[in-house]
């Protein structure tokens, strides 16, 4: 979104960034360095955009090499010897295999890495201590998730600040920087006004800094 259509609260923030020193990213995907950027947010108006809306479109769907399945359960990876050959599938009570020659996994943080352990690709020990027969070693699966570590500062806003009637999204704009404490990445802070804490009247009069 445009930044003359930001709320005031977030447009205050900005200016205070800029006053500090901080340089506009204008991108904060493209460049990974500290300053403050708009948010980037899957967005169309006023509406979110899932991956599904966003990309399988009517002409998409209509391709004869595309095949779509709802509510699959995929169990494993399936291989020959150590090259995928496909995936195996419960589905409404039916068990099956999907032959493919190219087989990408997305199934986020918390699925993904539970597939490939289940499919025998993970830290070699662990899997043959329950019994798997290990198909690739790779000590990383599984391991290191976290959540990040948040803190938010309230704020009464004016009414003048308060996120308008007809924007949906309360975060439009942000700050990232390093706090070069050793052991931490670069990049590692984020600073970002919410101009609505809850979707309620009270909420909508509270902002937040969330860092």
Partial sequence: MKEDRWPALVTGFIQAAEEEGWRNLQDKNGVFEDGYFPISVANEDGRRESAATG?????????????????????????????????????????????????IVSSGSLHSPALLLRSAIGPAAELAECGVDVVAHRAGVGKHLMEYFGLNFGCYMKPQYRLPADLRSSQYAGVRWSSGLEGCPAGDMYLVPTNKSAWHDIGKRLGILMM
């Fill in 55 to 103: 990309y399988l479109t009517l002409e998409v769907r209509a391709r004869p090499n595309l095949n779509i399945l709802g509510e699959p359960q995929v169990e494993r990876i399936l291989f020959s010897g150590t090259r995928v050959t496909g995936v195996r599938v419960h589905r409404r009570g039916e068990i099956f295999d999907i032959q493919a020659n190219e087989v």
